[in-house]
């Protein structure tokens, strides 16, 4: 099973990056799939998931209306498009695969497969 984060880098601040996780192993149209972000000395936050099926997505409100997320079943792979970026949004953004995604705050919290993680800095 491996999830591999890519898409990472430094930015200005009101600048744009998307993420991407490629996903193998496991099959990937059946979880639902989140990401989740950590900044040194700071708690792990859920950023936002989408679900297996109807594909219906939820956010954290500290993203809400910059960040969207979206998956590809047939490339095994999930996206998240993030603008308007800001410096809080510095971290390590991690992908994962699990269940559960169904809160309005963005969290996927039974994560069964986990990334290692790609790193995003706003700075000017």
């Known amino acids: 099973v491996q999830l591999v984060e890519s898409g990472g880098g430094l930015v200005q601040p009101g600048g744009s990056l998307r993420l991407s996780c490629a996903a193998g192993g496991f099959t990937f149209s059946n979880y639902d799939m989140g990401w989740f972000r950590q900044a040194p000395g700071k708690e792990r936050e859920g950023v936002s998931c989408?679900?297996?099926?109807?594909?219906?997505?939820y956010y954290a409100d500290s993203v809400k209306g910059r960040f969207t997320i979206s998956r590809d079943n047939a490339e095994s792979t999930l996206y998240l498009q993030m603008n308007s970026l800001k410096p809080d949004d510095t971290a390590m953004y991690y992908c994962?695969?699990?269940?559960?995604?169904?809160?309005?705050?963005?969290?996927?919290?039974?994560?069964?497969?986990r990334g290692q993680g790609t790193q995003v800095t706003v700075s000017s």
């Open positions: 989408i679900t297996w099926g109807s594909g219906r997505t």
């Open positions: 994962a695969a699990g269940r559960g995604c169904s809160g309005s705050d963005g969290v996927l919290p039974h994560q069964i497969y």
